[in-house]
């Protein structure tokens, strides 16, 4: 059995049924064992891998515990532990961490986007799918306090499906159980759909959240790139820009306003290429003109941006997925994806464990 500290022989019972099959070995049910390895071991190697390579992770436990530790050992402890939380997280829930009273939140913001990640489908050693880029699904629930700090978030991830069923259904189930831990509490806060003008967003945010908006930062981006197109000169073009801006922060009604002027400007575009582009700008602005209420959303205190969801999909999936030269199997980038979002969500991974050992599943 391999531990932290070396291998270790240990001698354990093992039972089978006498047509043969499975075979039982109670100790390690008991005693929480992850496949070769010890608990703590398997805690320390799945850790370490949500954030590098196996061979790093290798070598690493041989510089700092002088333990040789295998690749693949690394892999089938962390593809265990990813499937078995995967496997109880709809019955699991986990409580906020200490220094998060919800007393003290005010509102709650639900996003969700995706990222591109180099994914090939099927199994390890039968693929069945040419290589390609397709969206890996981050969803983050951010808890707001009565100044508008940010004080937790909770991140979910998905490797990338056809119809984002699987996401649609852990993001609903995750915020059902914040909502019921509220309401135990006899607590009422706001809860903010906050994410970009995807049309698949709006039809889940629309039933979980009260208040809907389109991240303000993305309609910003459209506003840019229709002055890009505008046949003025570049410092015009800046000012007309920091004009919208300002309309849709602190005047009531200044979504109706800028899609107006979006529409005016569009119209004085000379060249039938960069008519297109503005366009495909006004059409968005239309499109999301019933979200783009900045001004009273800042007047109630609620978020306007998603920048928790675009931090999320860096930090949960590029960062460990999208690496230079990486493609990975889409089953393998969900089992990584499930691992990491519990350890971005602060206390989770630790409160995993407990419940692991506790239930000696």
């Not at 919208?244 to 009604?253: A, D, I, V, Y």
């Not at 900045?294 to 675009?310: A, D, N």
Request: proline share 4%; aromatic share 8%; glycine share 8%.
């Amino acid at each position: 059995m391999s531990t932290p500290y070396g291998k270790v022989c240990v001698k354990r019972h093992v039972y089978q049924p006498v047509c043969g099959g499975v075979s039982y070995v109670p100790a390690d049910s008991t005693a929480g064992i992850v496949g070769k390895s010890t608990p703590r071991l398997a805690k320390l190697l799945a850790s370490d891998y949500c954030e590098g390579s196996a061979r790093k992770v290798s070598a690493r436990f041989k510089e700092h515990h002088e333990v040789e530790v295998s690749k693949d050992l690394v892999r089938d402890v962390s593809l265990r532990i990813s499937r078995h939380a995967k496997e109880v997280e709809s019955r699991w829930s986990y409580a906020m961490p200490e220094e998060v009273s919800l007393c003290g939140v005010s509102s709650v913001s639900i996003s969700r986007d995706g990222a591109m990640v180099h994914l090939l489908d099927g199994l390890p050693g039968k693929p069945k799918r040419k290589p390609g880029y397709r969206e890996a699904m981050c969803g983050v629930i951010s808890l707001y306090g009565h100044e508008g700090k940010l004080l937790h978030s909770i991140y979910l991830g998905v490797g990338a499906q056809e119809k984002k069923g699987a996401f649609t259904h852990l993001l609903e189930e995750e915020a059902e159980r914040l909502k019921a831990q509220f309401e135990e509490a006899g607590l009422r806060p706001v809860y903010v759909g906050v994410a970009d003008g995807a049309p698949d967003n709006w039809t889940q945010l629309e039933r979980l959240t009260d208040y809907q908006v389109t991240d303000y930062y993305h309609v910003t981006e459209r506003l840019y790139k229709l002055a890009a197109v505008m046949p003025l000169p570049s410092k015009k073009r800046a000012q007309w820009v920091s004009q919208q801006k300002s309309t849709l922060l602190n005047e009531p009604g200044g979504a109706a306003l800028v899609v107006e002027r979006a529409r005016q400007a569009a119209a004085g575009v000379k060249t039938q290429k960069r008519r297109e582009i503005a366009r495909q700008q006004v059409v968005y602005l239309e499109n999301q003109q019933h979200r783009m209420n900045y001004f009273q959303m800042q007047e109630k205190g609620l978020p306007i941006g998603s920048g928790t969801v675009e931090a999320g999909c860096k930090t949960l999936i590029k960062a460990r997925l999208g690496g230079s030269g990486m493609r990975w199997l889409n089953v393998h980038a969900d089992d990584m994806l499930i691992v990491r979002a519990l350890k971005l969500s602060a206390g989770r991974y630790e409160q995993y464990w407990k419940k692991r050992m506790r239930y000696a599943a």
